[in-house]
């Protein structure tokens, strides 16, 4: 048998008063009660922890000797307690979330300040990464959370789908195409592509370039949507990109364009380790991401 919470509970309130019923009614229990808890633990240590007089109790020698270590054990557990109380009420925590950094910086800036309105004590850690290293983040335990397009996950990843986010044609913005009445697939399978992730380039030349095979000698890869959009606005260059970072247009003086033949929107994903119990930081932005996409996004039901 192993001692228990109550016990360490009544055996401390007995030790401070010297009677059991006034233990008893400190605790809000009868004095049998008390007496029994008592009992129970002097059975699992093996030996008396108080001497019954007919005016109360008093402390055994042993009793005395483990009274330090018990209210150290109390007050630890107490700890522990409240802690998990300031986790559950949101009084405290982390979250370390993992996202792409376009989406981090066009989306989270005013997300976070709803979402740190409403939860101003937990800490937040943004891994602000390139969107193929997402879900690899959350594997590595980099991230508690992750949030981007669909992929290609191991089995350790549990991948849930929280939004439908629209897929548009960043251009130059002095193209012609970017003012075009007509805009289509063929017009951008002209044009020098820009890659920035394998799986999504992948997609991308078996879709709007319609050329799984493509091997474009002008074609230029990078890793970063940041450095695609650089890049493009000083050639004649394309690439695609979710809708929400049509707010860098200015600042990367491109054009954002929808292919009248290819409206198909992106999955994007909520990603967590399997078999992980999320934080109540980590469920409580979860649930605050699914209720709030991105600008031109939409929830899945």
Known sequence: MSVTLKQIRAF?????????????????????AVSMLIRQMEDALGLPLFVRTGRGVALTEFGAEARP??????????????AARGLNDLRRGKL??????????AWLPKA?????????DVRVEIADTVTDRVAPSVAQNDAEIGIGPE??????????????????????AESDLATAADFRSRDVARMTWIHYSDEFGGLMQRTILQAPDRDHG?????????TALSILRDGHYATAA????????????????????YPAPRRFLLYQRKDHALSPAAQAFRDFAIANPPEGAQTIA
């Open 12 to 32: 401390q309130a007995a030790a401070e008063s010297g009677s059991f019923t006034t233990a008893a009614e400190r605790l809000n229990l009868t004095q049998s």
């Open 69 to 82: 270590g018990l209210t150290r054990a109390m007050t630890e557990l107490a700890e522990v307690a409240d």
């Open 96 to 105: 370390r979330c993992a996202l792409p950094q376009i989406l981090a910086a």
């Open 112 to 120: 976070l300040r709803r979402f740190r309105g409403a939860h101003p």
């Open 151 to 172: 992929r290609t996950v191991g089995p350790e990843i549990q991948a849930t789908p929280i939004w439908q986010v629209p897929i548009h044609i960043a251009l130059p």
């Open 218 to 226: 002008r074609d230029i890869r990078v890793r970063s949507l940041i």
């Open 242 to 261: 979710p809708a929400y970072a049509v707010a860098f247009a200015p600042l990367f003086n491109v054009a954002f364009r929808e292919l009248a033949d």
